[in-house]
């Protein structure tokens, strides 16, 4: 090959190579590969990397956040400026179904109980329209009975009502624990702690759960969240999952988790903590003496499990070395708005302890006892001794001022939101 054709060639590659460069996308200075948009991570120096069971599981409060809807909030807001002040106010309490009984025969523990819905109850509903209902021993009968009273007090109202039973496992299961009932049974909850895997609570939330919602239920007094703390406790004992705040905290979220999934209210009680006062608040007001940094290190944790979606129910617990005072949690700002609502974060409602009990009827009347619980930050108000006089004193006090309607409307608000959460609305 002579050299004019030689020359020829290269010229002929050169320009090959030209145009397929020209085509060919040219690289920036910016790494484009899938793995670039994955940030890298280096161990900090003397911190190992954490192993895939090491990793936390997802917290509570995750899994009860309020479901994001845009149909709630208006159908909700709309529902609230159609209230009257007593529809307001009924949302508030919630109470024993011997109270609607306006005759005053049979209005607390220590009087008969109603198994069925009367015309006289569903007058007393039209004009004293409560929140809701909660069921003892003496109002259950048989499967058959208590499904028909709960669901002819549902059909009675305008709001759909909580309906609320104490169905904790163990000692305290007023169904399971009934003779005409054959359900699973727990032997305590101190038990179920005892074997160390949370699964165990949660299959026990679920159980109860499904049974519960199966008779139309829809809020269980559960789990019990104190920290036993005590042997010379009366009221907890083994009602509590564990004498250590971490187990009893896992226990709890546990048990609460399979409520939830069975479509029924977890309540998380006692705060400020049952579990290290000697007293039953039943019988006069219960205290602990324990300081915020011992509390916050035992009492409080199994609290912080408890999310958006849940309730927490308030001791009528005094905190001395805290407060200063020997005011009962219940009635108390500082605790229930600035440690329980503040500190601790809780978003879910909180709701008293029952207020026909010693700790409180012996403190304060009937009409004083429901406005400081309000003033201290509680969103429901259960089983005042005297409903009526309650009732009239919340309705006066935002008549005169004493309580303002914005605090109030908030207060209904959140709670319809609760009832639209949990399917009680038709919503959420």
């Known amino acids: 090959m002579d050299r004019a054709k030689i020359i020829l060639l290269l010229l002929c590659l050169v320009l090959l190579v030209c145009l397929i460069a020209a085509v060919l996308p040219q690289p920036s200075g910016e790494d484009t590969s ?29 899994e009860a956040a309020v479901p994001e809807t845009t149909e709630a909030p208006d159908y909700i807001r709309t529902l609230l400026r159609e209230m009257t002040l007593r529809e307001k106010v009924g949302q508030l309490f919630v109470i024993r179904p011997e109270s609607l009984n306006l005759t005053g025969e049979a209005g607390n523990s220590k009087t008969g109980g109603y198994t069925q819905l009367t015309d006289a109850m569903k007058d007393a509903l ?38 609320c039973v104490d169905e904790e496992g163990g000692s305290i299961a007023r169904l ?21 895997d949370p699964k165990n609570a949660l299959e026990m939330g679920r159980s109860i759960g499904t049974y519960l919602a199966s008779y139309g239920f829809n809020t269980d007094f559960a789990p019990i969240a104190d920290v036993n703390t005590n042997p010379k406790n009366t009221v907890i ?33 006692h705060f400020p903590g049952h579990g290290d006062t000697k007293e039953d608040s039943h019988d006069g007001l219960a205290v602990s003496y324990k ?41 108390s700002e500082q605790v229930v708005t600035g440690i329980l609502k503040t500190q601790l974060g809780f978003q879910g409602l909180v ?19 429901p406005l400081e619980a309000l003033r201290a930050g509680c969103d429901l108000l259960l089983m005042p001794i005297d409903f009526i006089r309650s009732f009239d004193a919340v309705v006066e006090a935002v008549e005169t001022g004493g309580l303002s309607e914005a605090r109030l409307d908030a207060i209904v608000e959140r709670i319809l939101r609760f009832k639209a959460q949990y399917g009680l609305l038709g919503v959420g």
């Open 34 to 62: 899938v793995m670039a948009s994955v940030p890298a991570t280096t161990p900090q120096e003397g911190v190992p990397s954490p192993t895939q069971e090491e990793l936390p599981p997802p917290t509570q409060e995750t």
């Open 126 to 163: 039209k004009e004293y329209p409560v929140g809701g209902i909660v069921m003892f021993s003496k109002n259950i009968e048989s499967p058959a009975q208590i499904t028909a009273f709960n669901a002819s007090l549902q059909a009675a109202v305008e709001i759909p009502l909580f309906i």
């Open 176 to 196: 399971a624990n009934h003779s005409a009932f054959r359900l699973p049974k727990y032997k305590s909850a101190a038990a179920v702690g005892k074997t160390g």
């Open 237 to 269: 004992g083994d009602r509590a999952f564990s004498s250590d705040p971490e187990i009893a905290a896992q226990m709890a979220s546990a048990m609460a988790q399979g409520l939830r999934e069975s479509g029924i209210i977890p309540v998380f009680k």
């Open 291 to 331: 300081t915020m940094v011992e509390l916050s290190a035992c009492e409080w944790l199994p609290f912080e499990a408890a999310g958006s979606g849940d309730w927490v129910m308030t001791g009528h617990i005094s905190l001395p070395n805290v407060t200063g005072s020997n005011t009962p949690a219940t009635m």
């Open 351 to 369: 709701i008293t302890d029952s207020l026909e009990m010693d700790a409180i009827t012996d403190l304060y009347g009937s009409d004083r006892a």
